[in-house]
């Protein structure tokens, strides 16, 4: 059964260093998903990509993180520099369009320090 | 956009009895309304859903069901295990084909 990849499964940073995840969604999925989970809470969107496009990062904390998907197939989200707010999980997630069935990688566990 | 209440925030349950989450939502333009499950330190899997066409969808010992008039549906699970201890989030798209909002989930603990 196909699945998201993501890594790191796990990342310690210290404050204000940078840290980048990956992400390499499901093969055929043209919509890709960056959301924050905090723990006991619920996911929260980041970023959305149609294919290689950002259709939605109206909660992308813009001054620190940063999403692409270059080729419309991967992707990388990337935060600098990290703060203590930042610790939680970043699932990704991907489906073959939006609104609609969306399957989710293990997640990056990331703890700021 | 799109706000998807969710209630309650704690369950505890019989084995074998049944338990039921229910979640509403604001948008009316919403057509897409999935359950997923998450088990401590995992990823949500999905596990039911449904569109907005139907009323009710069953999947064994799941059910859910939806009433678009009051804008709000339910997660139906009977005859409980200690396997179906998890927490369970629901979610609608923020507007049609947009992402999915979250509901801030259901701690579900079924007890032996």
Same mark, same amino acid.
């Given at each position: 059964e196909a699945e998201v990849a993501q890594s790191p #499964? %796990? !990342?310690?940073?210290? !404050?204000? =260093?940078?840290?980048?995840f990956w992400c390499d969604p499901i093969s055929g999925h043209a919509t890709l998903y960056w959301y924050r989970q905090i723990l006991g809470q619920g996911p929260e969107l980041l970023v959305q990509f149609q294919d290689e496009s950002v259709v939605d990062d109206s909660q992308l904390p813009k001054d620190r993180f940063s999403?692409?998907?270059l080729k419309g197939v991967d992707s990388t989200l990337k935060i600098q520099p990290a703060?203590?707010?930042?610790?939680?999980? %970043?699932?990704?997630?991907?489906? #073959?369009?939006?609104?609609?069935?969306?399957?989710?990688? =293990?997640?990056?566990?990331l703890t700021v320090v | 956009g799109e706000n998807v209440e969710q209630h309650p925030s704690t369950l505890s349950v019989q084995e074998g009895d049944s338990a039921v989450i229910?979640? @509403?939502? $604001?948008?009316?333009?919403? *057509?897409?309304?999935?359950?997923?499950?998450?088990?401590?330190?995992?990823?949500?899997?999905? /596990?039911?859903? /449904?569109? $907005?066409?139907?009323?009710?969808?069953?999947?064994?010992? /799941?059910?859910? @069901?939806? *009433?678009? @008039?009051?804008?709000?549906?339910?997660?139906?699970?009977?005859?409980?295990?200690?396997?179906d201890s998890a927490v369970y989030f629901c979610a609608a798209p923020n507007s049609g084909n947009t992402p999915l909002v979250f509901g801030k989930g259901t701690r579900l603990s079924v007890i032996a």
């Amino acid at each position: 059964e196909a699945e998201v990849a993501q890594s790191p #499964r %796990y !990342k310690i940073t210290e !404050k204000s =260093q940078a840290v980048a995840f990956w992400c390499d969604p499901i093969s055929g999925h043209a919509t890709l998903y960056w959301y924050r989970q905090i723990l006991g809470q619920g996911p929260e969107l980041l970023v959305q990509f149609q294919d290689e496009s950002v259709v939605d990062d109206s909660q992308l904390p813009k001054d620190r993180f940063s999403a692409e998907r270059l080729k419309g197939v991967d992707s990388t989200l990337k935060i600098q520099p990290a703060e203590l707010g930042d610790s939680a999980m %970043y699932l990704c997630a991907s489906s #073959r369009r939006s609104g609609r069935e969306a399957f989710f990688g =293990q997640g990056t566990r990331l703890t700021v320090v | 956009g799109e706000n998807v209440e969710q209630h309650p925030s704690t369950l505890s349950v019989q084995e074998g009895d049944s338990a039921v989450i229910k979640c @509403t939502y $604001s948008d009316s333009a919403s *057509n897409y309304f999935p359950w997923y499950k998450q088990e401590l330190g995992k990823r949500p899997q999905l /596990i039911i859903d /449904i569109r $907005s066409n139907v009323g009710e969808k069953k999947d064994q010992r /799941i059910a859910v @069901t939806l *009433n678009k @008039t009051a804008k709000h549906f339910s997660l139906h699970i009977t005859e409980t295990q200690p396997e179906d201890s998890a927490v369970y989030f629901c979610a609608a798209p923020n507007s049609g084909n947009t992402p999915l909002v979250f509901g801030k989930g259901t701690r579900l603990s079924v007890i032996a």
